[in-house]
């Protein structure tokens, strides 16, 4: 009797490769619904009408796959946010938290957003303009944002709390400030129509340390610099 339910279980029990199976169809759909997605919103005129219905149907999928896949629309702006990133390679960021520097971690930041927005400028653009229109994709949108906004407190609290520092920060002020700074809009006005815009970086960091050190900066002169301690060479 127990070799007879042992068989009876085997065969119940799933083979790995079936299982194996089935993950990889259910992640090539998940990706072809993502590249449905982001095709869209490279559309001229697609883009204002991005929905479950036209991402299912660009994506040759049921409506219901993309909800069981996403959950919801939300959802599936959140994971093509998150696919962006990761071809931007925001996994990077931490550095900028990790770095013993915080003058440094900033600068680090600035980098890997100026990378990120770059990842696919037009899709970039899109979404941002389509969260004024649509309120699922604004949420998402103000809250990747506000993503940004925390980290950028985190560094300006460190630098202002830095030994040796004689200036005051006011950092609610100065995150503010860079919020604005370091934004998609910002960088796609300074990198230009005609340059990666991660040729804007260098100035974004020029601009963020004249905010921080209260000085005063040429748009193609160095930065100032953000230590108080350093002696002029």
Known sequence: MSEYCHRQ???????????????????ET??????????LLREPTGYTAFTVDAVAKAADVARA???????SKTGLLEALCDSLAMEGQMDELSQAFT???PAAGLDRFVAC?????????????????L??????????????DERRHQGLRVLVDRLSREPGRTGRVDVEEAVTVLQAITSFETFDTLAGPDRELDHAVPLVTRLLRAVLSGE?????GAAPS???????T
Do not use: C
């Open 65 to 71: 796959t993309v909800y069981y896949q996403f959950g």
């Open 226 to 232: 953000l230590n108080d301690n350093e002696e002029d």
């Open 9 to 27: 279980g085997a065969r119940l029990t799933p083979r790995p490769y079936r299982l194996g199976q089935r993950q990889a169809a259910v992640d």
């Open 131 to 144: 969260a004024a229109l649509d309120p699922e994709v604004g949420k998402v949108i103000t809250a990747r």
């Open 99 to 101: 770095h013993p520097d």
């Open 216 to 220: 005063p900066t040429s748009l193609n």
């Open 113 to 129: 957003f100026g990378r990120f927005w770059g990842a696919d400028r037009l899709v970039m653009h899109r979404l941002r303009a």
């Open 30 to 39: 998940r990706r072809r619904v993502l590249d449905a997605a982001t095709a």
